[in-house]
T-cell receptor, first 114, second 117 residues
Framework: SQQGEEDPQALSIQEGENATMNCSYK?????LQWYRQNSGRGLVHLILIRSNEREKHSGRLRVTLDTSKKSSSLLITASRAADTASYFCATAPGWGWGAQKLVFGQGTRLTINP | DAGVTQSPTHLIKTRGQHVTLRCSPI?????VSWYQQVLGQGPQFIFQYYEKEERGRGNFPDRFSARQFPNYSSELNVNALLLGDSALYLC????????????????FGAGSRLTVL
């Protein structure tokens, strides 16, 4: 079953605008990760945030984590056409070997219009 | 370095048949995980292997099995195929283990798209 729920399911913006995607999850986590998938191919890891972190940056990406609300957000600034893809949050719901079983949300389909 | 490689990329089977999917991890990665992704949904965990031992199993029937070889490559086998098994099957490798930051960061292959008719 999918632990995460992502919002919105689809997002369409103009190139240069910022895109924000949200993820909610149900159980306590070890860490939360975001992945990108182009056209039904393999997923690419974007960023990891640990349960004791609140915010993390990587290039044009900013991730926040609120463990009290069991939610995370991914912000992509100054979007480009190449950012068009599906974005998934994935939680590591356990510790030890449990942290290896990533649980993915249903994803947000992001379209950047030129 | 080569990424995670999967074969075959596409295959078509009929109900009741058997399928074997193969995966080679990134050099130095000892863990291989398998995920099923049905169209329009996120990947769903099937198995994880580390050092040839099963370390995790998702909520899939016994028709699904896997193994890992001494060179850390892996096979996913599905018996008695059903129409609902049609999906993209993703293999991912990671450093694995249970300690260290990033041990569960996955590097995915491009997937094997299975169509069951």
């Amino acid at each position: 079953s999918q632990q995460g729920e992502e919002d919105p399911q689809a997002l369409s913006i103009q190139e240069g605008e910022n895109a924000t995607m949200n993820c909610s999850y149900k159980t306590s986590i070890n860490n939360l990760q975001w992945y990108r998938q182009n056209s039904g191919r393999g997923l690419v890891h974007l960023i990891l945030i640990r349960s004791n972190e609140r915010e993390k940056h990587s290039g044009r990406l900013r991730v926040t984590l609120d463990t009290s609300k069991k939610s995370s957000s991914l912000l992509i600034t100054a979007s480009r056409a190449a950012d068009t893809a599906s974005y998934f949050c994935a939680t590591a719901p356990g510790w030890g070997w449990g942290a290896q079983k990533l649980v993915f949300g249903q994803g947000t389909r992001l379209t950047i219009n030129p | 370095d080569a990424g995670v490689t999967q074969s075959p990329t596409h295959l078509i089977k009929t109900r009741g048949q058997h399928v074997t999917l193969r995966c080679s991890p990134i050099s130095g990665h000892k863990s291989v995980s398998w995920y099923q992704q049905v169209l329009g949904q996120g990947p769903q965990f099937i198995f994880q292997y580390y050092e040839k031992e099963e370390r995790g199993r998702g909520n899939f029937p016994d028709r699904f099995s896997a193994r890992q070889f001494p060179n850390y490559s892996s096979e996913l086998n599905v018996n008695a195929l059903l129409l609902g098994d049609s999906a993209l099957y993703l293999c991912a490798s990671s450093r694995g283990g249970i300690s260290g930051s990033g041990a569960n960061v996955l590097t995915f292959g491009a997937g094997s798209r299975l169509t069951v008719l």
